[in-house]
């Protein structure tokens, strides 16, 4: 087998990311997409323009105002030196935060659309049947918008699995801590190792086609879940 | 349609031969991220002593490496070691017998903060600190050379917990230069000027803790009848580029 084992550690290390910031950014993301799915606000432009800024901006640029603001010297690092937290660059926690804002949009934007979708009759309905806002969100939207959530874990996930620039802005290479298979595979072309790259880069290509696969073939067996990804 | 593409496609076959052919009197150079430093100085000089116009690219040695075994442009190649330069010259992607050291890099121990580093690095002894950057050893000679110090100071297991890996040599200057890292080790040329430091303390390692790191340049198969490549190789070896090359740290 050419792979090694810090090879296999820096997969595990990838979905542990991965699963970990999807679980954070279902939490985070859905409340952003409820309230950019439903307000009339004039700040809902510009907070919708923010979500979608990780979509057009380089992972680099990303990279680098975290290693920034995460520094001793940063908004960010004094804050979690204030709070005895130390600083969170080169640390697993460090990579999660950067991840979050990284996989942010695609997340936060097939949940908008879902919600969106739904309209307001469903939650109107369940008003007048006496429901309370909280037992509409999860007897109602829940149900309705379960294609836009798992359209939206697929793609958070996969998303976290393919980040490179952050990780190499903050991260460190520290193998069990930071040194994510993207990370990996550069190391091994730079080291020409290639037939090592070739195991773990045609891995991610097969991972990604098959969470693809996956995502399109759920969408054209579901009714609904048509209008959730544009 | 099919015009259409057609008429897209001749566009764009169009602009990338202007990329890719570069005008008479201009050299394509790929230049290691350690070496960046003196190169606008090089490149002025060798303009106005001989009109020819430098071109230049900055990675790291494997992934310029890389670059060049799948058919970059790069005519001139500085590379950060010896064993690169010798292995394109063995697989022939490069002219024989071009192949010279066109510097001896220094290593330095770097912090941004002033007197933070002692001038015989007893600060790593103390240790103190939460973060010691160095180069990727398997990918950076440098890092290489900052691994040989620690292991021969016997440091390597004591510190080992504290090490940050950057990718070339001018990422681990960032972690330090932006606090992340208190210290690392660095390129004296990065923060090294006219026999200064340019900002925070340093100690100049000893070149006897670590093997020379003699870095070699070599002109590629994509310069062999580029007249401007051969200039600019004669240019390096010239007295003029050793001062320069000396005022940011270097030795030939």
């Known amino acids: ?230 | 349609m099919h015009r259409r593409l057609s008429q897209a496609l001749f566009t764009l076959c169009i602009s990338l031969s202007c990329i890719a052919v570069t005008q008479a009197g201009d050299v394509q150079l790929a230049v290691a991220a350690n070496f960046s430093a003196p190169i606008p100085a090089i490149a002025r000089g060798f303009e106005e002593a001989t009109g020819h116009r430098l071109v230049t690219a900055y990675g790291a040695t494997g992934q310029l490496y890389a670059q060049i075994k799948n058919g970059a442009p790069f005519e001139v190649f500085l590379a950060a070691d010896e064993l690169t330069p010798a292995k394109l010259e063995s697989e022939g992607e490069a002219v024989a017998g071009s192949r010279f050291t066109y510097a001896i890099g220094a290593l330095a121990l770097w912090s941004a903060q002033v007197g933070y580093v002692d001038e015989r690095g007893a600060v790593l002894k103390a240790n103190k600190f939460q973060h010691l950057a160095i180069a990727n050893p398997k990918t950076a000679p440098y890092g290489l050379a900052a691994a040989q110090v620690l292991a021969k100071l016997g440091l390597s297991q004591a510190v080992a917990p504290k090490l940050v890996e950057g990718q070339s040599i001018a990422q681990t200057v960032q972690f330090v230069a932006s606090g992340n890292a208190e210290l690392g080790f660095v390129a004296l040329s990065q923060v090294y000027k006219d026999g200064l430091l340019t900002s925070g303390s340093a100690w100049k390692v000893p070149a006897e803790l670590h093997t020379p790191i003699r870095q070699d340049a070599l002109i590629l198969k994509k310069g062999e009848h580029n007249p401007a490549a051969m200039a600019l190789v004669e240019y390096l070896k010239s007295e003029k580029v050793a001062a320069i090359i000396t005022s940011y740290g270097y030795t030939r």
């Not at chain 1, 600083?87 to 996989?103: C, K, P, Q």
């Not at chain 1, 006496?130 to 999860?138: C, L, T, V």
């Not at chain 1, 595979?185 to 990604?208: D, K, R």
């Not at chain 1, 693809?212 to 544009?230: H, K």
Request: cysteine-free.
């Open chain 1, 1 to 230: 087998m050419p792979l090694t084992k810090a090879d296999f550690a820096a997969v595990l290390l990838t979905f542990e990311l991965a699963s970990l910031t999807t679980l954070l950014l279902l939490l985070i993301g859905t409340p952003i997409a409820w309230w950019l799915a439903r307000t009339d606000s004039r700040w809902k432009q510009p907070i919708g323009a923010i979500v979608a800024l990780p979509l057009v901006l380089p992972p680099t640029v990303i990279g680098f105002y975290l290693l920034v603001s995460m520094g001793p010297h940063g908004v960010i690092g004094q804050l979690t030196q204030s709070l005895g937290l130390g600083t969170l660059t080169f640390t697993f926690a460090g990579l999660v935060i950067g991840s979050v804002f990284y996989s942010l949009p695609f997340v936060v934007q097939p949940l908008q659309n879902a919600f969106e979708a739904i309209g307001r009759a469903p939650l109107e309905a369940a008003a007048t049947l006496r429901a309370g806002p909280w037992d509409a969100f999860f007897t109602v939207v829940l149900p309705l918008a379960k294609p836009g959530f798992v359209t939206a874990a697929i793609l958070g996930f996969a998303h976290t699995v393919g980040e490179f620039g952050v990780v190499l802005m903050i991260g460190g290479n520290i193998p069990g801590k930071t040194q994510v298979a993207s990370v990996q595979i550069y190391n091994h072309v730079e080291t020409m190792q290639y037939a090592q790259a070739h195991w773990l880069a045609g891995g991610m290509v097969l991972f990604s086609f098959i969470v693809l696969l996956a995502l399109y073939s759920g969408r054209s067996s579901g009714r609904s879940s048509t209008r959730v990804w544009q």
